[in-house]
T-cell receptor
Framework: KQEVTQIPAALSVPEGENLVLNCSFTDSAIYNLQWFRQDPGKGLTSLLLIQSSQREQTSGRLNASLDKSSGRSTLYIAASQPGDSATYLCAVRHGSGNTGKLIFGQGTTLQVKP | DTEVTQTPKHLVMGMTNKKSLKCEQHMGHRAMYWYKQKAKKPPELMFVYSYEKLSINESVPSRFSPECPNSSLLNLHLHALQPEDSALYLC?????????????FGEGSRLTVL
């Protein structure tokens, strides 16, 4: 059974710091891995998607990496800003198709202090 | 346009009421999803429709009845709900097949059952 774990559960940093959020999964048979951002009471915003054959994806100040063999992904946020404060969720799509079940981690709640 | 639109944003209903949640997307996606999210928890998959056919039902109680009238619309019909069904209901869509399968979420419908 695929399990997804995110560490830490919460993180508070001063503005301007570079930071890394961690995501681990137990079964390497994944189709893809997606990082989301969720603001309180809102829906999920897709940040980055990494296909199982890829090693990393970048978008602006965000960089996500994937190491399938070790069952790990990281989300790197450069030069953090107060507007980055949110909950960050990673999710793996298990199996061989792209409409398979998306399994979420519990999320990391990030606070960036001015 | 990468938007998934959900209505209503907020819904309060009694345990004997019948109501519906609606979701619409115009991205040409042929896979649509319903998720349920309780406070401070990750989203939990309820249903998946692929090409307007129900492909995954995560053993959801029959008081929740999904419907996919066409490729752009997804409904969730609610009847005889319980207070513990109060949650944020999220709709999502993706493009099925062998592509990336990036999931796009709506802002959610906040449901309160009295």
């Amino acid at each position: 059974k695929q399990e997804v774990t995110q560490i830490p559960a919460a993180l508070s940093v001063p503005e301007g710091e570079n930071l890394v959020l961690n995501c681990s999964f137990t079964d390497s048979a994944i189709y893809n891995l997606q990082w989301f951002r969720q603001d309180p009471g809102k829906g999920l915003t897709s940040l980055l998607l990494i296909q199982s054959s890829q090693r990393e994806q970048t978008s602006g100040r965000l960089n996500a990496s994937l190491d399938k063999s070790s069952g790990r992904s990281t989300l790197y946020i450069a030069a953090s800003q107060p507007g980055d404060s949110a909950t960050y969720l990673c999710a793996v799509r298990h199996g061989s198709g792209n409409t398979g079940k998306l399994i979420f981690g519990q999320g990391t709640t990030l606070q960036v202090k001015p | 346009d990468t938007e998934v639109t959900q209505t209503p944003k907020h819904l309060v209903m009694g345990m004997t009421n019948k109501k519906s949640l609606k979701c619409e997307q115009h991205m040409g996606h042929r896979a649509m999803y319903w998720y349920k999210q309780k406070a401070k928890k990750p989203p939990e998959l309820m249903f998946v429709y692929s090409y307007e056919k129900l492909s995954i039902n995560e053993s959801v109680p029959s008081r929740f009845s999904p419907e996919c009238p066409n490729s752009s619309l997804l409904n969730l019909h609610l009847h005889a709900l319980q207070p513990e069904d109060s949650a944020l209901y999220l709709c999502a869509s993706s493009s099925p097949g062998q592509g990336p399968g990036e999931l796009f979420f709506g802002e959610g419908s906040r449901l309160t059952v009295l």
